[in-house]
């Protein structure tokens, strides 16, 4: 399981829409490295979201815990006049991603108009899939939020991974939670792959130290202290 809300990524004329974000790289690197995944989070009821669904969907990503929000506008991750309201996500906002000030002015909106994952979003998420080994929370989420899913883990087993943001520490994580340090820029999606390959070779039964070695082999970064 991967907690974090997607993105919209419009597609070049022609070609095919596709689903962005860290989450989202995350879930990619577990399915490429043969694993089943659900990736939880929260988007717009919108015609942005119902793409960014059928994107999920062609990338072999669970989505059935996806939850809509009609109050609130599906992040999309670059800025198109179309039908799908464009908006510029930025990782400045807990819950998800934020608003471009220019998005925002031109949509009469700003950050707190995006989808944000809460604590009750992630208590009926966590009891609607009880079936799962692995949790990796890709984005930050409030502490209240982060309690949740760490006792979901205690109470069934599950093995807990945490993507923290540059600079932050492990504040308010159990003691065998696993923390990863996420660079100050992944634009190619290589950290986010990282972490799925990693959550995949737990699952599949390596311990830790094997899971982490498999993971990163190549991959240049270190994991966060702690």
């Known amino acids: 399981m991967v907690i974090g809300s997607p993105s919209l990524l419009p597609a070049d004329s022609g070609g095919r829409n596709s689903a962005a974000g860290r989450a989202v790289d995350v879930a ?7 694993s089943s995944v659900q990736l939880v989070g929260k988007i717009g009821d919108d ?4 793409a960014l669904l059928l994107a999920l969907a062609d990338a072999g990503i669970g989505h059935v815990a996806i939850l809509r929000d009609p109050a609130r506008a599906t992040p999309v991750a670059a800025l198109l006049v179309d039908e799908f309201e464009p908006m510029l996500p930025e990782d400045d906002e807990p819950g998800g991603a934020g608003l471009s000030e220019e998005a925002g002015d031109r949509q009469g909106r700003g950050p707190s108009a995006l989808p944000a994952i809460d604590a009750g979003d992630l208590d009926l998420a966590l009891r609607y899939l009880p079936d799962h080994q692995v949790v990796i929370v890709a984005e930050r989420l409030d502490p209240d939020a982060l309690a949740v899913v760490a006792a979901d883990c205690s109470y069934v087993g599950a093995t807990l991974a945490v993507i923290l943001d540059a600079g932050t520490g492990p504040a308010g994580l159990p003691p065998d939670a696993t923390a990863f340090e996420a660079p100050d820029a992944d634009p190619d999606g290589v950290f986010g792959r990282t972490i799925g390959r990693f959550g995949a070779a ?21 994991p966060a202290a702690g």
């Open 28 to 34: 990619r690197g577990a399915t490429d490295a043969g």
């Open 202 to 222: 737990l699952e599949q039964g390596l311990g830790g130290a094997a899971a982490l070695a498999q993971a990163t082999a190549g991959g240049g970064w270190q």
């Open 47 to 50: 015609p942005a979201g119902d």
